[in-house]
């Protein structure tokens, strides 16, 4: 299997899983602000791939708009200037921009760029996102577990409460073949 | 087989009356029912919890942050559980703090309360007992004998393991060589990686046999390694105690969930008059009932049983029901152990097929090396170090600690997720009467019923196989070249009993093992056990008392299978001494 046909087994993958899943439970992140008030979504989910480092289509359009509302939940207007700017800075790099000119265009974006960077890839990664839930207690509220992005990453897998192939399937190395 | 909400309707009334009345519509209360609808007594039986709606659970699975044993169902306040987030929002244990394992091990052991019970998140390894465990004492000078022995379970073993579709060969990890009805589970890719390491210290790692199907078998389907079963299995391949609960309904027998019984009364005969419920099917609007039979079963798991009969006081048994010997609550047993892992230097894919494991090491089990510490089962995780939320946190460190975007975050998380290789270590417990259940009223839930208290320690028998088995794990890693981290190459810590000692010191030993055991043992002496060699009650002879409560000895294998077998031994005999009505 070339990597190119991988990749777009993965896609269908997700599509089917998501399909068949239909979770609500992400109905709440549903973002509340108006689109022309985020950031121009198609900049968004590229600044997303860069920094995670896996292409994201548009078919993660609902997704990104997902992650965008609970990354900017409560976010003052000040704050989602500063979030646009660390967005468009990492949008002027190339689709395979390497950490280093990651980190690198992260400091002209200025302060705070850094770890909102990390919080978006970690968003991104993980379908998850630390909530405080009192004075020095925190949790994490779950955004959407099958399309996080490290069942991408971890192509030999997927995620759990999903059919992984035919029985017995997991006595072999992972060949790229499902 | 699979029922839900929508094709199933329960007819609720104040007084139910049946042959046989079932408290806990479980592993084994299903089997029992199962049975004994089949030979003809009518059954009723009663669950504190509610029926399971397999895609709701999954949905609330996928939403819990935690996704652990116990998140895919329903908390209900009418029937609480330990929950996993703190267990001890449930259980009391006093000595908070205290690290040595011989005087506290904090008990972490979950159960759920639902028709189906924890089965709904058992392994789903399918293990017999060894047959020293039965004769421990004899066998080993450690612990007791039982008062029934292997050969006299063998055939109600392998009876179960056709009902649940047991997979196996010659190859498992078993006491013995028998026929299995289902082809065996095989071992993943990594399970045979750690066999290289383990066979250069001279252990090896055998497939184990499961209840998961490994063809379509009994109306449910093959497993297609979801890799989630410990928690949840999407599709039912893997076997749960709903299945036999619904196959007695389909017999004729009656199912009430949501009915928490909160006493069983005595009469002056020193017999079963009737149970009394509370049916919480609306929870805002509860409505009290009582339940009579000729014959009680009490099936409600190691922890419920014991609060059960504890606090069902009255004139005619001051102390509790089935407890003249003073026997109730004691000898609480669930393994203990400690865990460990690292990054394999070639990728090994875990969090591939079912989890927890197919692949157990073989030596440590059973031998005379027992009579110096504890019995081991050891099993190879499939999950790696988190099934549900490894490679999540993967990613977190990889972005917090390791300051990576782009491809370089993307093939960490890749490199390091598919090195992950987890041990989890259960080490058998002896019985003590220290170790035991009580009920708190000082501590209430939200029905006004008492919490259950726990006190809970090790021996040095146990202490010594926590060692032997922490040392096993570390020296497997070792000489599978493993790393505490897989960028840096941080060689792992050396296992000496002095580091060992200095971890035990520091944060103790755990109980979170989902075995409990011992509550309600079983014996011939009723001045020293609660039931007797088919589960009956020695106070009173219409009650049994089933489950793993009746063990004398824990063993080190998942304990569901021996507890089965004993179940359907005892629904023999019930079948065999009394008649139903039904003819």
């Known amino acids: 299997m070339t990597e190119h046909s991988r990749q777009k087994f993965k896609v269908t993958r997700r599509h089917v899983i998501g399909g068949l899943a239909s979770i609500p439970f992400a109905a709440s992140f549903t973002p509340t602000f108006a689109l022309a008030d985020a950031p121009e979504i198609n900049k968004f989910i590229y600044a997303s791939s860069i920094l ?101 990453a971890c192509d030999f897998t997927k995620p759990p409460v999903t059919c992984g192939g035919h029985f017995g399937y997991w006595q072999h190395p992972f060949t790229g073949k499902v | 087989m699979f029922y839900d909400k929508d094709t199933y309707t329960e007819t609720h009334t104040k007084e139910i009356e ?35 709606d397999r895609a709701e659970s999954i949905r609330r699975f996928k939403a819990s942050p935690l996704k652990n044993g116990n998140s895919a169902y329903k908390h209900e306040p009418y029937a609480p559980i330990p929950p996993e987030t703190d267990p001890f929002e449930y259980y009391i244990q006093d000595g908070e703090g205290i690290t040595d394992p011989l005087k506290r091990v904090e008990f972490g052991a979950l159960y759920l309360r639902n028709v189906g019970g924890t089965s709904w998140h058992f392994t789903g390894h399918a293990e017999r007992m060894y047959p020293e465990d039965f004769r421990l004492k004899t066998a080993y000078g450690r612990g007791e004998d039982w008062p029934i022995s292997y050969s006299m379970l063998e055939p109600y073993y392998a009876k179960v393991e056709q009902e649940w579709g047991v997979s196996g060969n010659d190859t498992v990890v078993a006491p013995t060589k028998h026929p299995y009805p289902l082809p065996y589970t095989p071992l993943t890719y990594l399970d045979q990686q750690v066999n290289v390491a383990a066979e250069k210290l001279g252990d090896s790692i055998g497939p184990m046999p499961h209840c998961r199907n490994a063809v379509p078998y009994d109306g449910r389907p093959q497993c297609c390694g979801n890799a989630s079963c410990r928690f949840i299995c999407p599709v039912g391949a893997k076997y749960d105690g709903s299945v ?115 692949g157990s090491f073989w030596q440590l089990r059973n031998g005379d090396f027992r009579k110096d510490f504890a019995g081991i089962a050891t099993i190879i995780i499939n999950g790696g170090f988190d099934p549900t939320n490894g490679p999540l946190d993967e990613a977190d460190t990889a972005v917090d600690k390791d300051d990576l975007f782009g491809p370089e975050l993307r093939d960490r998380v890749h490199t390091n997720t598919a090195a992950q290789v987890y041990f989890d270590n259960s080490v058998e417990v002896l019985p003590n009467p220290e170790n035991r259940v009580t009920v708190d009223y000082d501590h209430l839930d939200a029905t006004g019923l008492p919490r259950p208290k726990i006190d809970y320690k090790i021996d040095d028998y146990t202490l010594e196989g926590v060692y032997v088995s922490w040392k096993r794990g570390w020296d497997v890693l070792h000489a599978m070249d493993a790393r505490q981290d897989k960028p840096n190459g941080k060689k792992l810590p050396k296992p000496t009993r002095k580091y060992f000692n200095e971890l035990v010191k520091k944060d103790g030993i755990k109980s979170g093992a989902a075995m409990i055991a011992g509550t309600t043992r079983m014996g011939l002496d009723p001045a020293s056990s609660v039931v007797d060699t088919y589960c009956r009650s020695h106070d009173h002879d219409n009650l049994f008392i089933v489950g793993t409560g009746c063990y004398v000895t824990s063993g080190s294998v998942s304990p569901s299978l021996t507890a089965a077998a004993i179940s359907v031994r005892a629904a023999e005999f019930i079948a065999n001494t009394y008649t139903g009505s039904k003819g």
């Open chain 2, 18 to 52: 049946a042959d046989v009345v079932i408290i806990g519509a479980g592993l084994f209360g299903g089997l029992m029912a199962y049975e004994l609808s089949k030979a003809g007594f009518s059954v009723a039986m009663l669950d504190s919890g509610s029926v399971v």
């Open chain 2, 244 to 358: 036999h609960v619904f196959k007695a309904v389909d017999e004729g027998a009656d199912l009430y969930s949501s009915h928490v019984v909160r006493h069983i009364e005595v009469n002056a005969d020193q017999k079963i008059d009737h149970i009394q419920f509370r049916n919480y099917t609306d929870p805002d609007n509860p409505v009290d009932g009582i339940a009579r039979g000729k014959t009680y079963i009490l099936a409600a798991h190691g922890i419920e049983s014991a609060r059960l009969l504890l606090m069902s006081k009255n004139d005619n048994v001051p102390n509790g029901v089935a407890n003249s010997s003073d026997q109730v609550g004691r000898n609480l047993m669930s393994m203990v152990g400690m865990n460990m892992g690292g990054y394999a230097p070639m990728p090994v894919y875990p969090y591939r097929g079912p989890v927890n494991a197919t």
């Open chain 1, 52 to 152: 995670c480092g896996i292409k994201l289509d548009k078919s993660f359009i609902a997704l990104a708009h997902q992650i965008w509302g609970a990354l900017t939940l409560g976010a003052t207007d000040k704050e989602k200037r500063s979030w646009r700017r660390m967005i468009n800075q990492i949008s002027t790099l190339p689709a395979n921009a390497n950490s280093q000119k990651i980190n690198k265009a992260l400091r002209m974006a200025g302060r705070g760029a850094k770890e909102q960077a990390r919080l978006l890839a970690k968003v991104w990664y993980t379908g998850r996102i630390k909530r405080k839930i009192g004075p020095k207690q925190s949790t994490f509220e779950v955004i959407n577990y099958d399309d996080a992005l490290v069942w991408l």
